[in-house]
Each structure stands twice: as C-alpha cells, then as structure tokens.
C-alpha cells in the first residue's frame, strides 16, 4: 500500500498567519491527492482535489500543490474557523490511504 | 443538498457481527460510487471499503478483506457494510462518505456524521 506521511503532526499559528502543510507518498501518485479538513465531532470536509483543485464553496485562502511523491496544503491569512485537523489522501491506486492528520491550532 | 445518515453502530463483543447502514437522500445515489471510512479514537482516517455506483467490483484494504463486506440498494437509497469477526482494533466511528464519480470513488465529496462502532468484551 502506498503510505501517506504528513508533518508537522501539530501546528501552532495565530490568526492571519501563512501556514503550510506538507505530505508525501511513498511512491509517485501523479496529481492524485486531496486534502479534507476535520474539526473535533464532526465529519472530514473536502478542501482540495487533483493536487490543487479548490472543491466548490472552499475559500480561496486555501490552496494545494504538488506532484509525484510531494504535496503542501497552503492556508493564506488564517481564520477562527480554520483551527481543524487536516489531512491528505491518496487515490492513485485502489487501496486508498490517509495521512496521519495534521491539527492546526491557536499559538 | 447531499445528506448521509449512518446508522447501526452499537457495543459488540470480539469476534461478533454487526451490520451499518447508510442512508442517503438529495442526490441520484445509484449514480455515485459509495465507501466506508473508519476513524479510531484519537486516530486518523482509514478507508475501509468501496462500491461502483452499479453495485459491482467491491474492493478493501488487507485489514477488513474477507471479514467486512460493502453492499448497495439503490432502489432504497441506501449503502451497507456488514461487519465479522469483529476485533477490538476494530473499535471506530464509522462514516459512509460519496465519491465523486459512479465507477470510482477517488475522493469524498460528502459524508455522513458517522457510527461508532465500539469491540470489546
């Protein structure tokens, strides 16, 4: 199965700050990642499709990148809202994974 | 608007069974490739089965093949995963989440709110 590792596993930011999220695959994915955002209770949100494409009603703060074994999650100008966990996934081959998850909280 | 309602999650013992269900409504259901995505307390996101929109091809992960079997009623809008020789790694909270096309999932665009599923004696 293709592994998915994220870092940094905990992320302290204030709000209107830059942040940056990175994953990577064991082995080359193409374009085929997305990114979901999960606040605690609730089921994940789907931000980002293909490495870079921002899902329909997701704030264009958010933006992805990347391709083969490297991809970043870029937040411009944090918001309350956007302290959540994060998390990226694969769907190059059928076995679909996840990464450990990212969680982004308040400095 | 897309809304998924699993239900089903409950206390098992070890090596019991159990079956969820996934109720789906505000779209064309028979139209979109369905999965299960577990999430262990404190854990991240694993997936742990898949379904084509026409019901056919089901696929899994090691960790669930040949003990968890993913099924679909479209004329009842509903999704399925029947769960056996439940251990307790098993012990999540279940989400039905929809893919984004009928002949694979891909990614998710929606999801439901989840079950939890608790394995233990």
């Known amino acids: 199965d293709i592994q998915m590792t994220q870092s940094p596993s905990t992320l302290s930011a204030s709000v209107g700050d830059r942040v940056t999220i990175t994953c990577r695959a064991s082995?080359?994915?193409?374009?085929?990642l997305a990114w979901y955002q999960q606040k605690p209770g609730k089921a994940p949100k789907l931000l980002i499709y293909?490495?870079?494409h921002l899902e329909s009603g997701v704030p264009s703060r958010f933006s992805g990148s990347g391709s083969g074994t490297e991809f970043t999650l870029t937040i411009s100008g944090l918001q309350p809202d956007d302290f959540a966990t994060y998390s990226c996934?694969?769907?190059?081959?059928?076995?679909?994974?996840f990464g450990q998850g990212t969680k982004l909280e308040i400095k | 608007e897309v809304q998924l309602l699993e239900s089903g999650g409950t206390l098992v013992q070890p090596g019991g069974s159990l079956r969820l269900s996934c109720s789906a409504s505000?779209?064309?259901?028979?139209?979109?490739?369905m999965s299960w995505v577990r999430q262990a307390p404190g854990k991240g996101l694993e997936w742990v089965a898949a379904?084509?929109?026409?019901?056919?091809?089901?696929y899994y992960p090691e960790s669930v093949k040949g003990r968890f079997t993913i099924s679909r009623d479209n004329s009842k809008n509903t999704l399925y995963l029947q769960m056996n020789s439940l251990r307790a790694e098993d012990t999540a909270v279940y989400f039905c989440?929809?893919?984004?096309?009928?002949?694979?999932?891909?990614?998710?665009?929606?999801w439901g709110q989840g079950t939890l599923v608790t394995v233990s004696s």
């Open positions: 989440a929809k893919g984004r096309y009928d002949n694979s999932n891909k990614y998710f665009d929606s």
């Open positions: 505000g779209f064309s259901f028979s139209s979109y490739a």
């Open positions: 379904l084509r929109s026409s019901g056919d091809r089901p």
């Open positions: 082995q080359p994915i193409s374009i085929w």
């Open positions: 293909e490495s870079s």
């Open positions: 996934q694969q769907y190059h081959s059928y076995v679909y994974t």
